[in-house]
């Protein structure tokens, strides 16, 4: 099963366009009248076939309209981006695939990355929700420093993975809760005053693994232990 992207819903009209477009009909070859499923990213399943193919879109005529429920859960990430494209690229495809609902690129004192073109990893997040057969879509926020995050997230729980030995782990801290926000520092890791400030919030600090990971690493083992938490 392919499943696509419409970000254009009109009445029982939906259409492909960009790369979905090319995907439909130049890749895969579908072709007027064939049957194929797409969503709008926020819950909407529709089951569809082809009206019409068009030079910059493919339309589709919306047979049967399904809602899918969202997880029971929230995994918010927080996250100091790594510098090197190919392992951002990779982190942000598995993270969808894994399954989490917001991500947070934060700007910390020991960033080794600064910008972040959120176009271009929405458009990574729409391409790995609909190979991955998801249809509510991760948000990825703009990029914000360590301190706004913590002010905008002063009512949620929060969890930073930095591991000592005295520390619980992620999953026995996230046990009983329904949101988490998790913060993961850079390849520096958090700077003295950012620690002594999430010690001053009270924020817990929990161990993901005994070994010293990677950022894209720790990211994809806290989803992935936070997923099988909640599941």
Do not use: W
């Not at 995907?23 to 909407?44: A, E, F, P, W």
């Not at 193919?53 to 399904?66: G, M, R, V, Y």
């Amino acid at each position: 099963m392919n499943l696509f992207y419409s970000s254009r819903i009109e009445g029982n009209s939906a259409y492909l366009t960009d790369e979905e477009h090319r995907h439909c009909s130049k890749v895969l070859r579908y072709k007027k009248g064939d049957q194929i499923c797409c969503t709008n990213g926020m819950g909407i399943k529709y089951q569809t076939h082809i009206h019409q193919i068009n030079k910059k879109d493919t339309e589709l005529h919306i047979d049967i309209e399904h809602v899918i429920p969202k997880p029971h859960y929230n995994i918010h990430l927080g996250i100091a981006m790594p510098k090197r494209s190919n392992r951002l690229d990779f982190l942000i495809e598995k993270l969808v695939e894994i399954g989490i609902q917001d991500i947070s690129p934060l700007i910390t004192a020991h960033s080794e990355r600064r910008k972040i073109n959120t176009g271009r990893y929405r458009k990574k997040i729409i391409s790995a929700s609909t190979q991955s057969l998801k249809y509510h879509f991760p948000v990825l926020h703009e990029q914000t420093t360590f301190k706004a995050f913590l002010e905008s997230q002063a009512k949620q729980h929060i969890l930073v993975a930095h591991y000592a030995e005295e520390n619980s782990s992620i999953s026995l801290a996230a046990a009983n809760q329904k949101s988490i926000t998790v913060l993961i520092g850079p390849e520096g890791d958090f700077s003295p005053t950012e620690l002594a400030k999430i010690q001053e919030l009270g924020i817990e600090q929990v161990n993901l693994s005994k070994h010293r990971l990677r950022t894209e690493t720790a990211a994809i083992v806290a989803c992935t232990l936070l997923n099988e938490t909640f599941f």
